[in-house]
C-alpha cells in the first residue's frame, strides 16, 4: 500500500518557466510534509516543508500548497532553472517526528 | 554543525560475501538513524532505523541487518549478499522535529 504518491515519474519543462511537481497523500493522519531534492549518486537534500496548519509555505523561488481536503500537495519552481534539473521526492509523516514515508519520485528535467 | 558521513562511497561485491556499511553523525547527540534503499527505478525504502543505542527496528524482512554500537554510529550488515541486494544504500538522521538529513550514499553493485 503505496501511502504517498508521485504519479508523474517525469516533468520537462524550459528554463525561466514554472515547474509544477505533485504528490498525494492517502492516509489522514499524515500532518507534516516535506520535498526532497536528489542529483544522481548523491543523498537527498531537505528543500522545503509546510504542515497541515498551512496551505501554503515559501522559500525563495520554492513554494509548496497542500490541499488537505484533496490529501494533494504540490511543489512550484518559478522561474525554473537548469541547475533544479533532479529527482525530487515528497515526504509525509505523523506529528513531525515519525518515520517519513516517501513517494517514488519524479525526474524533472529543465531545459535551457 | 551537524555533518553525516558514510562510507564506502561504492562497493562491488560478490554473491554471498558479507557485508558492512558504516554512516556516523557528528555534531549532534541522540540523533535518530535511518538506512534506506533506492533500488533502480524505484522510490527510497525504509531499512531499519534506531532511536537509541541498541534500539533497531527493522521494516522489511531480508537478510541485512543494522546495528548501533555508538550514539552517532550506525551500520549496516550482511552475511550472504544476494542479487538483489543491489542498490543505492542511504544512512539519514534527525532529531527534535527537524528534517531528515542524508549521507552521500553508498553504491552496491552484486555480481
Known amino acids: 500500500d503505496q501511502q504517498v504518491k508521485q504519479n508523474s515519474p517525469s516533468l520537462s519543462v524550459q528554463e525561466g518557466r514554472i515547474s509544477i511537481l505533485n504528490c498525494d497523500y492517502t492516509n489522514s493522519m499524515f500532518d507534516y510534509f516535506l520535498w526532497y531534492k536528489k542529483y544522481p549518486a548523491e543523498g537527498p537534500t531537505f528543500l522545503i516543508s509546510i504542515s497541515s496548519i498551512k496551505d501554503k509555505n515559501e522559500d525563495g523561488r520554492f513554494t509548496v500548497f497542500l490541499n488537505k481536503s484533496a490529501k494533494h500537495l504540490s511543489l512550484h519552481i518559478v522561474p525554473s532553472q537548469p541547475g533544479d534539473s533532479a529527482v525530487y521526492f515528497c515526504?509525509?509523516?505523523?506529528?513531525?517526528?515519525?518515520?517519513?514515508?516517501f513517494g517514488k519520485g519524479t525526474k524533472l528535467t529543465v531545459n535551457p | 554543525s551537524q555533518t553525516i558521513h558514510q562510507w564506502p562511497a561504492t562497493l562491488v561485491q560478490p554473491v554471498g560475501s558479507p557485508l558492512s556499511l558504516e554512516c556516523t553523525v557528528e555534531?549532534?547527540?541522540?540523533?535518530?538513524l535511518y538506512w534506506y534503499r533506492q533500488a533502480a527505478g524505484r522510490g527510497l525504502q525504509l531499512l531499519f532505523y534506531s532511536v537509541g543505542i541498541g534500539q533497531i527496528s527493522s521494516e522489511v524482512p531480508q537478510n541485512l541487518s543494522a546495528s548501533r554500537p555508538q550514539d552517532r554510529q550506525f551500520i549496516l550488515s550482511s552475511k550472504k549478499l544476494l542479487l538483489s541486494d543491489s542498490g543505492f544504500y542511504l544512512c539519514?538522521?534527525?532529531?527534535?522535529?527537524?528534517?531528515?538529513?542524508f549521507g552521500d550514499g553508498t553504491r552496491l553493485s552484486i555480481l
Open positions: 515526504a509525509a509523516n505523523k506529528g513531525g517526528s515519525e518515520k517519513l514515508v
Open positions: 539519514a538522521w534527525d532529531r527534535d522535529y527537524q528534517p531528515q538529513h
Open positions: 555534531g549532534t547527540s541522540n540523533p535518530n
